[in-house]
């Protein structure tokens, strides 16, 4: 049932928000994607996180911001119309969004005459990992034989199949229902599949920390304005018909004093996203304000 619906999601272009329509997809504005996303969450969360996570920080928003154009005439059109599904793996047992904590690694090694990177992954809460056919893979690559002269964090793609990748436990957090799971494996991969290619090998850190803001900054906080609307709009009502001691719940002031404190921090969040959807619109990466909206909403 959690595949149809994602198929549906994919083929219906709900994944292709951050596309050009020049390659098939459907760009909002920020604003635009805020109010869609809080929307769907609003219905349901798990859908929420389905839709959010290919709009946010993966191989969709790289790809336009870093890709080759080779990369962008392939990858592209086949995101926007589902073809592609992808997720993104940053996250592993004892590294969160921190790319420069203990990250995998990855080496450059010359494999019969032809350079190429060999990396070993053990990404996991990595969201639509067991549905995906497209990873995005975060590594940090060292260079010990001095064969490419460049190092560092480094973003890839993948497809599924890839030789050597394993795609197969898919986790239940939390029971909330959204596909989420692991992505490991030893494997080749080649310079070529380098978001950017080999100019970009070692640019990982900045290319994640610019996109990050955009899940940071957008996605969750879409949750939180979600999830906060729905909780007021219900409790709302429900102090309005449910009575006790023959006096409706809304005429207390226990209650009310709870019910002014939801619909103050609703406001507080509403306020939050439109500021940041709007310096994000206005073209600005705003990182700090990014990360502040993500723990504060």
Same mark, same amino acid.
């Given at each position: 049932n959690n595949n149809k619906w994602i198929n549906r999601l994919a083929k219906d272009k709900f994944f292709s928000f951050l596309i050009d329509e020049?390659? #098939?997809?459907?760009?909002?504005?920020?604003?635009?994607?805020?109010?869609?996303?809080?929307?769907v969450a609003s219905v349901d969360p798990a859908l929420g996180v389905i839709t959010m996570v290919p709009n946010s920080l993966g191989p969709g928003e790289l790809l336009t911001h870093y890709g080759s154009e080779e990369q962008k005439n392939y990858y592209l059109p086949k995101l926007a119309n589902g073809d592609f599904i992808p997720c993104f793996g940053l996250t592993g047992p004892?590294? #969160?969004s921190d790319a420069t904590g203990s990250i995998d690694k990855g080496y450059v090694v010359n494999e019969n005459g032809e350079l190429k990177i060999k990396v070993k992954l053990n990404k996991r809460y990595i969201t639509l990992a067991p549905v995906a056919n497209l990873m995005g893979i975060a590594f940090d690559l060292e260079d010990p034989d001095n064969l490419l002269g460049k190092s560092g964090i480094t973003v890839a793609l993948v497809e599924r199949d890839h030789k050597g990748l394993i795609q197969e436990t898919h986790h239940n957090p939390m029971n909330a229902g959204f596909p989420n799971g692991t992505i490991k494996g030893e494997f080749l991969v080649d310079i070529d599949n380098v978001i950017g290619g080999k100019e970009n090998i070692g640019n990982g850190?900045?290319?994640?920390?610019e996109c990050l803001s955009a899940g940071r900054g957008v996605?969750?906080?879409?949750? $939180?304005?979600?999830?906060?609307?729905?909780?007021?709009? #219900?409790?709302f009502n429900y102090i309005k018909v449910r009575e006790q001691f023959k006096l409706s719940?809304?005429?207390m002031e226990a209650i009310q004093e709870k019910f002014n404190n939801m619909i103050y921090n609703t406001w507080i969040i509403q306020s $939050?996203? $439109?500021?940041?959807?709007?310096?994000?619109d206005s073209g600005n990466s705003p990182?700090?304000?990014s990360a502040i909206m993500?723990?504060?909403?």
């Open positions: 020049k390659y #098939g997809g459907i760009k909002l504005s920020v604003n635009e994607l805020s109010n869609l996303l809080t929307k004892n590294n #969160g850190w900045k290319m994640l920390m996605s969750l906080p879409a949750t $939180a304005n979600a999830s906060s609307k729905v909780a007021s709009f #219900g409790i719940l809304s005429n $939050a996203v $439109a500021l940041t959807n709007d310096i994000l990182a700090v304000i993500k723990q504060q909403c």
